[in-house]
C-alpha cells in the first residue's frame, strides 16, 4: 500500500463513482418528471426520430378529424333538408291529385291550391336554411364537401352538391307552379312524381356520402388511438420501474458520499507515522 499526501486515489475513484451515480438519479428523475424515457434526441436518436414521426401523422390526423366531422354535420344538414322536402312533396303531391279530380269544386280547388302554394313556398325555406358553416349543399350553387381522409392530405373524400331548388336539376316543380285549374292540377302530379323519384336518388347519394364520411371519422380515430398507443411503448418511461431505480440510487448515492468521506480521512493515517 503506497501512501501519498498529493494523491487521493481512493478518494477520485469514490468522487468519480458518486458523479456516476449522481448522473444517474439526475436521468431518473427527469423521466419521473417527464413521464418520458427518451425525451430528447439524446437518450436515444432513432427512437426519438420515429416517434416524432408519428407525433407528426398524429398531429395530421386530428386535421383529417376535424375536416371529417365538418363534413359530416354539413352533409347531415343537407341531409334533414332534403328529407323534410320530400316530405313536402308528398303533401303536395296529396293536393295536386285532389285538385285533379273534375267534379271538384271551385271553392275546394282553390282551397286545396292555396294549401299546395303554401308547402311549394317552404322548400325554399328550407334550402335557404340548410347551410352549415357557410356550405350549402342544396341550394343552386356548387358547393361540395372535400374532407381529408389521411395525415398527409393526399386522400380525400368528395360529397357531391345536390341541387334541390324549384326547377333545378332535380325538382321539376317551378316556383310558380300552382294547381288552380284541373289541367294545371294534373300537370303538377306529373312533375312532383318526377320530382320524389329524383329526390329519392339525392337522398340516396347524400345518404352514402354520410355514411361514408362517418366511417372514415371512425377509422381515423381508431387510427390515432393505435398510433398514440405506440408512441407511448416507444418513450414512456416505466413509473413502477423508475420509482424502484430511484429509491436504489438514493441509496447508492448516500453510500457514495460516505465512502468519499472515508476515503477524504485516508492522508490523516500518514500522520501516525511521524507520532513517537
Do not use: C, W
Not at 398524429?58 to 386535421?63: D, E, H, Q, V, W
Not at 350553387?141 to 389521411?150: C, H, L, P, S
Not at 392530405?153 to 326547377?167: I, M
Not at 323519384?197 to 361514408?212: D, E, K, M, Q, W
Amino acid at each position: 500500500m503506497t501512501f501519498s499526501i498529493n494523491v487521493n486515489a481512493s478518494a477520485l475513484n469514490a468522487l468519480r463513482n458518486l458523479n456516476i451515480t449522481g448522473k444517474e438519479l439526475e436521468n431518473t428523475q427527469t423521466k419521473i418528471n417527464t413521464g418520458l424515457k427518451i425525451s430528447s434526441a439524446k437518450d436515444n436518436a432513432a427512437v426519438y426520430s420515429i416517434a416524432q414521426k408519428l407525433r407528426g401523422d398524429l398531429r395530421g390526423l386530428n386535421a383529417v378529424q376535424q375536416s371529417l366531422d365538418r363534413g359530416v354535420s354539413t352533409v347531415d344538414v343537407a341531409l334533414a333538408a332534403a328529407t323534410a322536402i320530400s316530405d313536402l312533396l308528398l303533401e303536395m303531391k296529396e293536393k295536386a291529385v285532389a285538385a285533379a279530380d273534375q267534379g271538384l269544386d271551385t271553392t275546394s280547388r282553390a282551397a286545396l291550391s292555396q294549401d299546395f302554394t303554401s308547402l311549394r313556398d317552404q322548400i325554399n325555406t328550407i334550402i335557404n336554411n340548410a347551410a352549415f358553416n357557410g356550405t350549402n349543399l342544396i341550394d343552386d350553387g356548387t358547393d361540395a364537401i372535400v374532407a381529408i381522409t389521411n395525415a398527409d392530405a393526399t386522400q380525400t373524400l368528395t360529397v357531391s352538391h345536390q341541387d334541390l331548388t324549384l326547377g333545378g336539376g332535380n325538382i321539376s316543380i317551378t316556383s310558380t307552379q300552382s294547381i288552380a285549374t284541373q289541367d294545371t292540377a294534373s300537370a303538377a302530379v306529373t312533375d312532383i312524381g318526377e320530382s320524389i323519384i329524383r329526390l329519392n336518388a339525392v337522398l340516396t347519394r347524400l345518404g352514402s356520402g354520410s355514411t361514408s364520411l362517418e366511417q372514415n371519422r371512425s377509422f381515423s380515430g381508431k387510427l390515432a388511438d393505435v398510433i398514440e398507443v405506440g408512441i407511448g411503448n416507444l418513450v414512456d418511461a416505466d413509473m413502477a420501474k423508475e420509482s424502484a431505480n430511484l429509491q436504489a440510487l438514493q441509496v447508492k448515492q448516500q453510500l457514495g458520499i460516505q465512502a468519499l468521506s472515508i476515503a477524504n480521512q485516508s492522508p490523516q493515517s500518514i500522520l501516525s507515522l511521524f507520532q513517537s
